[in-house]
């Protein structure tokens, strides 16, 4: 397998090549595509679903080809983004497209430049099934990071709810369900290129698919269980903002309750009305030489009873 940087040096190797990996970064070079497609006789159809930018993942069998559209999520300036990776897979030849500057095979090319290297040593559908497993394995860590942003969700809820947390759910339930419409759908191309039958994928390269099948149900299980984690935190979130409201009425309502006695006499004594002979009914106490503190001493007893009776009965 070998790599090659020039449009005509590749086309100059490519028929004394046993096998041969071309790897196309940025859709943007459209000459480029074209002439790739020619070369290797790439059907219209397929070029035309390389350029959808909504493309869901798929797969199409040509005669003598195989076509799979993949979505690559990931994380640029804090914005999940979704990727567009396209395979063909030939007798002797793979050719993969990717959008976007960031290539997702590096690690994997500078891995086929070692020496010793097992991947040079097996067929072109095992290095198919590397790319294929390599773009599944990437969505493992934005999931794990999602999954921190879950739990750190969760514990802000649960303490100190703002509407800037309400703002962060929704846009976590948007990424987890674009991420569900990318890996739903990437499963059952899995799960279609597991069981076809073709000239293309020998054996050997299917007990490797697999494994590769087997990480996309771990993807949607990771992600289904976030995305109910995720809906529930609104349920949270109205939950705590509740209990909040809930506790400051409570405490309200305490103060209230305790100010309403000592409003009432207050409001009696206020009255004013001067006793004399000739009016039986008037206040005595407005001539008692001890009247104003006994008033007070009422008033500090009832709010201590009362703080007594809540306490008792566990209000506060």
């Known amino acids: ?3 090659f940087s020039e449009v005509p040096e590749c086309q100059e190797n490519i028929l004394e090549s046993k096998n041969i990996w071309i790897h196309i970064q940025d859709l943007a070079d459209y000459k480029t595509l074209l002439y790739f497609a020619a070369l290797f006789n790439i059907h219209p159809l397929a070029i035309e679903d390389i350029f959808k930018k909504e493309q869901r993942p798929k797969i199409e069998p040509y005669e003598e080809q195989l076509f799979i559209v993949l979505g690559l999520p990931i994380t640029e300036d804090n914005t999940l983004k979704i990727r567009r990776v396209g395979l063909f897979l030939g007798k002797n030849y793979l050719i993969s497209f990717c959008d976007g500057i960031n290539n997702p095979f590096a690690i994997l090319q500078k891995k086929l430049h070692r020496k010793n290297n097992k991947i040079q040593d097996r067929s072109i559908d095992y290095l198919f099934y590397t790319l294929v497993d390599s773009v599944i ?3 493992f860590p934005l999931l794990e990071h999602k999954g921190e942003e879950v739990e750190n969700l969760e514990e802000i809820l649960l303490f100190q709810p703002t509407r800037s947390e309400l703002t962060q759910i929704h846009q976590l339930k948007r990424e987890l369900l674009l991420l569900r419409r990318i890996f739903w759908p990437q499963r059952e191309v899995i799960n279609a290129l597991l069981h076809m039958e073709s000239d293309l994928i020998s054996p050997d ?6 494994d590769c099948y087997d990480h996309s149900i771990q993807l949607m299980e990771l992600l289904e269980t976030y995305r109910d984690m995720a809906g529930n935190m609104l349920d949270l979130y109205l939950s705590s903002i509740s209990n909040h409201t809930n506790e400051v009425m409570r405490i309200l309502t305490i103060i209230s309750t305790i100010f309403i006695p ?3 006499i207050v409001g009696v004594y206020g009255m004013n009305f001067e006793p004399s002979n000739n009016n039986p009914w008037a206040m005595p106490e407005l001539r008692w030489y001890y009247g104003y503190p006994i008033v007070w001493l009422v008033m500090a007893s009832i709010v201590i009873g009362l ?6 009965r566990k209000w506060f």
Request: hydrophobic fraction near 45%; charged fraction near 25%.
């Open 1 to 3: 397998m070998q790599e």
């Open 262 to 264: 000592l409003t009432f």
């Open 307 to 312: 703080l007594a009776f809540f306490k008792k």
């Open 137 to 139: 394995d990437q969505g």
């Open 205 to 210: 390269t299917q007990i490797y698919l697999r």
